[in-house]
């Protein structure tokens, strides 16, 4: 027996198993064609009207891929014609659900279905008041971490239906569940760029509770008021200039420029000194490309994690070489909490462009909007 | 060798201590289930519905998956103790975990790099274990290529630890260019998972252990011929090269396939031998080999058990806790019988 | 004299033995011939660093031969597969055993490894053996010992017992009685030669001991810087052959007391 024939033998063994664990076919989705599709800005998902059922298409990811999810959204006794073409059928409307992000609790408290929720992963982030009141009455159960949700409590809730964010982490304790029949959604909110775009998933939301009208209003009005507080700003001809983010450990980091966060300044008729970055995420940059960019900038948008300029300097004194430091220009939203740490623009802003829209208006153009009071940001102090 | 009854009754005691820790094992978690329910959901009349799913669709799996992670990891640390004739060695020390974890971390803290050319592959469900697995192997490869020219097995062992560091340079690169998200992601991994195993997955995994452990049985003479060295066992008729690679290969099959699909679990390889000889006193691999696969399995249950910190929604990294448990069993009985019996 | 030509165990024809690694050969000795019959004592002498070591390496089939012919019960030493090679020739050898949490009798028992299964099962046949090398070494009440708590002369015959259990024609020994007191010295070389004269087996063993080696071999491969030359005691003594161990004149060997002196 010698080395070279038996390594061939095992590298045979080892790519033939891959291969055949790869070509693990799940069946392909029914294919669709869009129709009576009233989702204007939001792109990660599509709602179609069938004879008696509602179908969901949803563009749902991994850290670096995307694949396409159908669920059909159906009444108790409606029965489904093929529903092995779709990742999931959903009964609506839900009486119990389980959802995994902050993100998710503004949707379900604007359409009143609050009391559905029954099961959340790390509680204590969840900010507002509503839900937390349910917290301490013991209506929510604890679910542990987001990477390592607890399989048997969430079976215990036996809710009907989970809504993840990500096809990764959370994916074995959810496989597990969806095993058991509890169907997954998979809710893909956060890869919105468009303000309105993330707001517009409540009628993802909308369509499992069958409130698909009251979403929709809900919507329009925030759209309204949204469009309105951008014309507010349209012509002001100066736009001052504008940095954002902090350095973790040495690296700066930004959002980039087409990234929802950036997306305001602009609407708010601001120049973000980084607009022409491509892309979505953040930016990772050193103190001297920010220095050079930004030292002179007119204000300073969401100082990372700092909550005081203390603290900043505290970290590293270079910050104070800021004109925006100097001057007294930053603006964060870390210091508005709820009563357990949760910080509410994490929760609320996606929901809410419109407030915002208004508070960007409210620091970068002082003079519209006078009577206005920020809702997330303050200076930071 | 000359076996005793006194060691085949040993066996069948382990056997009836894994079931019976089995048991406790499914009883408990964070949900309190009474124990009635387990005979009925075996009976398949079970009296809550949830209660049912959760016994047969995640305690049960996760039984089945810690019995065979506790008692391949134990075999391979046996077969690699043996073969390097080093109380210190351990499944990995051929960098089996140093080759996953680079899979793993390429995989997951390396997607922006490699999304475009592999999406389609990084999506299917098994990723991360075809990158543990294919991690394990090529550093395997490479472990075992650097030391063909090597006589000395203590260098092998140390080549072994270096392409450890290397593979833990590279991954320190890879978290050092990630983000929260992406690293929270990694080190989850790293804590060990035996939960939510998919039926399928554990199939293979016992596919795995089932080869490892006749590899390993048919090497026993072997292994039992090489407690003298490899002068004596050459001199008994002991083809060694032929031997030492149906050795590693059952290895690598073993921990390999385990750590794929559970995470590196620390421990359990390196210590499980070192305690069943405390109470097994022979040093014949043909009782061994059993005696450590049960003691492994039985050890992997109680620390499972321990780690779902029963009666509370929480639960705690496997890895931490076989660690935890393990290493001042060690000591202790070092300690108590002042030498190492190896 | 027996009318029957006793067999030969092992005949060396102008072999030359040394370390031979891709470019570079070093030849340890060259041009060795000799021939060892069934049931002879034979010792092998010579200085620090002579190549006793490598003879014995290459003998044993742990080295390879550079040249030559070295046969084994007349066949070619490198025609054999380890499992035959094992049953015609065992080692008792200098290294520190690797585990000692061996009792004597699983020691023992391991010499029957080129006889039994794949289980490594014993048969009755073998239990007897073993126990028959347990008697003949003297062991047979420290049998359930581990191998920890022996000295280090129980623990060299346990380790010639296992020799003993392998059941070979031949059995080569490094240095078996270095590190041993006087006493123990001479009950090993006794056994040795006792194995030799009850159980007709061939043992070749090296030694630093020359005094005693003249003592009890029956034949002598004496390795000097020239050649290896292969005789019996009293020939060499006769011919002076012990003279030419040694570099310089600080030793002599006196042929009348048969004993090296220092000068």
């Known amino acids: ?381 | 060798m000359i076996r005793h009854t006194k060691n085949n009754r040993l066996v069948i005691l382990l056997s009836g201590l894994l079931v019976v820790v089995a048991c406790v094992n499914i009883s408990l978690g964070s949900v309190a289930i009474p124990v009635q329910e387990i005979f009925n959901s075996i009976v398949d009349t079970p009296s809550k519905s949830s209660w049912h799913y959760i016994i047969t669709n995640y305690r049960f799996p996760k039984a089945i998956t810690a019995i065979i992670a506790g008692s391949g990891l134990a075999i391979s640390g046996l077969l690699m103790q043996t073969l390097f004739r080093n109380p210190l060695a351990g499944p990995f020390v051929l960098g089996l975990s140093s080759g996953a974890s680079l899979g793993v971390a390429i995989l997951i803290l390396g997607a922006g790099v490699i999304s475009g050319i592999f999406s389609t592959f990084l999506l299917n469900p098994w990723s991360l274990v075809i990158a543990s697995a294919l991690g394990s192997f090529l550093v395997l490869l490479a472990v075992l290529a650097a030391t063909l020219k090597v006589k000395d097995t203590m260098a092998i062992l140390i080549i072994g630890l270096m392409f450890g560091s290397l593979t833990g340079a590279l991954v320190a690169v890879l978290s050092y260019f990630s983000n929260a998200e992406q690293l929270q992601q990694y080190i989850f991994w790293s804590f060990g998972s035996l939960g939510n195993q998919t039926w399928q997955g554990i199939s293979i995994l016992s596919l795995c252990f089932v080869i490892g452990l006749v590899l390993s049985i048919f090497s026993a003479k072997s292994l039992n011929a090489l407690l003298l060295g490899e002068s004596y066992a050459k001199s008994m008729g002991l083809k060694i090269k032929k031997n030492m690679l149906v050795i590693i290969i059952a290895t690598s099959i073993l921990a390999g396939g385990i750590t794929a699909f559970v995470g590196p679990i620390a421990f359990i390889g390196l210590a499980v031998p070192h305690l069943t000889r405390q109470f097994v006193k022979t040093s014949n691999h043909f009782v061994l080999i059993p005696a450590v696969a049960l003691s492994g399995a039985i050890l992997m249950l109680v620390c499972d058990t321990i780690a779902q910190l029963p009666g509370t929604v929480y639960t705690l990294p496997i890895n931490a806790i076989t660690s935890v448990v393990g290493a001042p069993v060690v000591i202790w009985l070092l300690v108590r019988k002042r030498k190492l019996i190896f | 004299m027996a009318g029957m030509a006793k067999h030969s165990i092992i005949r060396c024809q102008d072999l030359s033995i040394g370390y031979q690694n891709k470019k570079k050969v070093a030849v340890i000795a060259s041009g060795i011939d000799f021939s060892i019959t069934q049931g002879t004592l034979v010792s092998l002498v010579g200085s620090n660093g002579i190549g006793k070591s490598t003879l014995l390496k290459s003998l044993t089939a742990m080295l390879p031969t550079l040249s030559g012919s070295l046969q084994v019960d007349g066949i070619e030493i490198i025609d054999y597969s380890p499992l035959a090679l094992a049953t015609k020739l065992s080692v008792v050898l200098t290294q520190t055993p690797a585990s000692k949490s061996l009792t004597v009798l699983e020691l023992v028992s391991l010499g029957r490894q080129p006889h039994t299964n794949w289980m490594g099962s014993l048969s009755q046949n073998d239990k007897e053996i073993i126990y028959q090398a347990l008697e003949d070494t003297d062991l047979a009440d420290l049998k359930n010992k581990n191998c920890f708590e022996l000295s280090d002369g129980q623990l060299q015959r346990v380790y010639i017992a296992r020799a003993l259990a392998q059941d070979t024609p031949l059995i080569v020994l490094d240095e078996p009685t270095t590190h041993l007191d006087l006493y123990h010295r001479a009950s090993i070389v006794t056994l040795l030669k006792r194995l030799t004269q009850e159980k007709n087996k061939t043992i070749l063993f090296s030694t630093h001991e020359i005094d005693l080696a003249i003592d009890i071999s029956d034949k002598m491969l004496v390795m000097t810087p020239q050649k290896i030359i292969f005789d019996s005691p009293q020939n060499l003594i006769e011919q002076g052959t012990f003279n030419l161990l040694f570099p310089n004149d600080l030793v002599v060997f006196d042929k009348k007391t048969g004993r090296f002196s220092v000068t």
Not at chain 1, 73 to 82: H, R, S, Y
Not at chain 1, 104 to 133: C, D, M, Q, W
Not at chain 1, 185 to 208: C, M, V
Not at chain 1, 291 to 296: T, V
Request: net charge positive; hydrophobic share 35%; charged share 20%.
């Open chain 1, 1 to 381: 027996m010698n080395f070279g024939s038996v390594f061939k033998c095992i590298a045979t063994a080892f790519i033939s198993s891959m291969v055949l664990i790869c070509c693990d076919q799940t069946t392909t989705p029914a294919k669709l064609t869009p129709e009576n599709s009233e989702i204007k800005y939001a792109t990660g998902f599509t709602i179609t009207q069938r004879e008696n059922h509602s179908v969901i298409s949803i563009t749902a990811s991994s850290s670096s891929s995307k694949k396409e999810l159908t669920y059909a959204l159906a009444g108790k006794d409606i029965v489904v014609e093929n529903p092995e073409g779709y990742h999931a059928v959903i009964r609506t409307p839900l009486e119990k659900i389980v959802v995994t992000s902050t993100t998710h609790i503004p949707s379900l408290e604007a359409l009143g279905v609050e009391n559905s929720l029954v099961g959340f992963p790390n509680l204590n982030y969840i900010s507002s008041k509503k839900t937390r009141s349910n917290i301490s009455k013991g209506n929510i159960k604890e679910l542990g971490s987001n990477q390592d949700i607890n399989t048997e409590v969430l079976l215990e809730l036996s809710p009907d239906a989970v809504v993840g964010f990500t096809l990764d982490g959370s994916n074995k304790s959810l496989k597990t569940i969806e095993k058991t029949g509890i169907p997954v959604l998979i809710n893909a909110d956060w890869r919105e760029t468009h303000p309105l775009g993330k707001a517009e998933w409540i009628k993802f939301f909308g369509a499992l509770y069958n409130k698909t009208k009251q979403a929709d209003s809900i919507f329009n009005t925030i759209e309204t008021s949204y469009n309105e507080a951008k014309k507010l700003v349209q012509n002001i001809k100066s736009k001052p200039t504008v940095l954002s983010g902090a350095m973790y450990k040495d690296i700066w980091y930004l959002p980039k420029g087409d990234s929802w966060a950036a997306r305001f300044i602009e609407d708010a008729n601001g120049e973000y000194l980084w607009r022409d970055s491509k892309g979505t995420g953040s930016i990772a940059l050193n103190i001297e490309s920010v220095l050079e960019k930004g030292q002179n900038a007119d204000f300073w948008i969401a100082p990372g994690q700092f909550t005081s300029r203390a603290q900043l300097l505290e970290f590293n004194k270079v910050y104070s070489a800021f004109n925006a430091y100097k001057k007294n220009k930053m603006y964060t939203f870390t210091n508005k909490k709820g009563a357990t740490g949760g910080v509410l623009y994490y929760e609320l802003a996606p929901n809410r462009p419109d407030l915002v829209l208004k508070d960007m208006i409210h620091i970068l153009h002082p003079s519209v909007l006078k009577e206005y009071q920020p809702y997330f940001f303050e200076i930071l102090k």
